[in-house]
């Protein structure tokens, strides 16, 4: 192999070895640890790959018609779309802040969003605060994952 074909891959198993074990962004996809927004966030103006964890989708983003019911039967207004548009929506406005404060993509970005809880009866909104990161994806590209705040 010459130095110019040597890939990043190539120099980190030639320091650690081969993996043990990989898990990659398409298979945490495939299995429903993350939920590809791309589409939307695309829309919203997020031009890289955009991924909610299972658990950030669940607190900011899910909806179901039982949600409506034990809310009152639609009174306040939610769907999962409109949802996921405010996610993605608030992580545009935090990434184009954060460009011009300086950020430069190495450090989470913390972010709020107002949604109405799922659990319990309530119909008053509330803030939610999410983490973006940005990070490599399988080949080394530049993709987005919005979190909870406590995951990594």
């Keep these: 192999m010459t130095a110019a074909t040597i890939t990043r891959t190539d120099a980190m198993q030639e320091i650690f ?10 298979q945490a996809i495939e299995d429903g640890m993350l939920i590809d927004v791309s589409t939307t966030a695309r ?3 997020i ?6 964890t299972s658990a950030a989708w669940a607190d900011a983003c899910a909806w179901t018609d039982a949600d409506d019911k034990r809310k009152g039967g639609g009174a306040c207004w939610q769907s999962e779309s ?16 954060g460009l011009r404060r300086g950020h430069d993509g190495r450090d ?12 319990g009866r309530g119909v008053r909104p509330r803030l939610a605060t ?3 990161q940005v990070g490599p994806g399988d080949a080394g590209e530049p993709v987005i994952t ?7």
């Design 146 to 152: 919005i979190m909870l705040p406590s995951e990594d």
């Design 82 to 97: 409109g949802r996921l548009w405010d996610v993605v929506w608030m992580a545009s406005r935090a990434i184009r802040a």
């Design 17 to 26: 070895g081969e993996p043990i074990h990989t898990y990659t962004r398409a």
């Design 47 to 52: 031009v890289w790959p955009v991924a909610l």
């Design 108 to 119: 989470p970005i913390l972010f709020q969003v107002l949604r109405i809880p799922r659990d």
């Design 130 to 132: 999410l983490k973006l």
């Design 43 to 45: 829309e919203a103006g």
